[in-house]
Antibody, heavy 125, light 109 residues
Framework: EVQLVESGGGLVQPGGSLRLSCAAS????????MSWVRQAPGKGLEWVAN????????FYVDSVKGRFTISRDNAKNSLYLQMNSLRAEDTAVYYC??????????????????WGQGTLVTVSS | DIQMTQSPSSLSASVGDRVTITCRAS??????LNWYQQKPGKAPKLLIY???SLQSGVPSRFSGSGSGTDFTLTISSLQPEDFATYYC???????????FGQGTKLEIK
């Protein structure tokens, strides 16, 4: 069974840092692109970042570029999001998600059939 | 960036109704469009990928269509468990970001 379990959320002051983790199990983690998606309280979904299977390519939404860093450790089946210079507007539930299929299909593109339960990050003084 | 605009933002309907939600992209995204359902406090659930492919395990009353810039999600006969928020997402180019629509909240009339 595919499982994604996020951790590391919590309360942090503006300007502070936090590192989120996502533990993956039930599939060959190193075969998949992985993403972080967030949702501010009462708001919609926002794609944040993704990372290629070997970590060689990473992409970010403009609002977090230069502040957030996505990374992975395939030996530990884990995905990470290092968040620095946090702002109030970064307050959200952060989800990790697997991007399917493992090998790009020009007919389907990528989609996320598996998500974690989310971890809440609150940026407030 | 590619902007995704859903309409309507909210919708009231009754059990048994046929419902259509629209998603428009700011540029052509071919068929790289996914639909998700989200219930309060839960992670999103994939319904449709590649504009019209039904995800395994999703009831056949859900269907998707469209290509280019205009897409629709149709629920043929609403069931009580379908009242939720629906999001479209484009995955045309990771360089441009995989943006979501703003969501459509489907409520019971």
């Amino acid at each position: 069974e595919v499982q994604l379990v996020e951790s590391g959320g919590g309360l942090v002051q503006p300007g502070g840092s936090l590192r989120l983790s996502c533990a993956a199990s039930g599939f060959t983690f190193s075969s998949y692109w992985m993403s972080w998606v967030r949702q501010a309280p009462g708001k919609g979904l926002e794609w944040v970042a993704n990372i290629k299977q070997d970590g060689s390519e990473k992409f970010y939404v403009d609002s977090v570029k230069g502040r957030f860093t996505i990374s992975r450790d395939n030996a530990k089946n884990s995905l990470y999001l290092q968040m620095n210079s946090l702002r109030a507007e970064d307050t959200a539930v952060y989800y990790c998600a697997r991007e399917d299929p493992p090998h790009y299909d020009i007919l389907t593109g990528y989609y996320s059939a598996y998500w974690g339960q989310g971890t809440l990050v609150t940026v407030s003084s | 960036d590619i902007q995704m605009t859903q309409s309507p933002s909210s919708l009231s309907a009754s059990v048994g109704d046929r419902v259509t939600i629209t998603c428009r992209a700011s540029q052509s995204i071919s068929s790289y469009l996914n639909w998700y359902q989200q219930k309060p406090g839960k992670a999103p659930k994939l319904l449709i990928y590649a504009a019209s492919s039904l995800q395994s395990g999703v009831p056949s009353r859900f269907s998707g269509s469209g290509s280019g810039t205009d897409f629709t999600l149709t629920i043929s006969s609403l069931q009580p468990e379908d009242f939720a928020t629906y999001y479209c997402q484009q995955t045309y180019s990771t360089l441009l970001g995989y943006t979501f629509g703003q969501g459509t909240k489907l409520e019971i009339k």
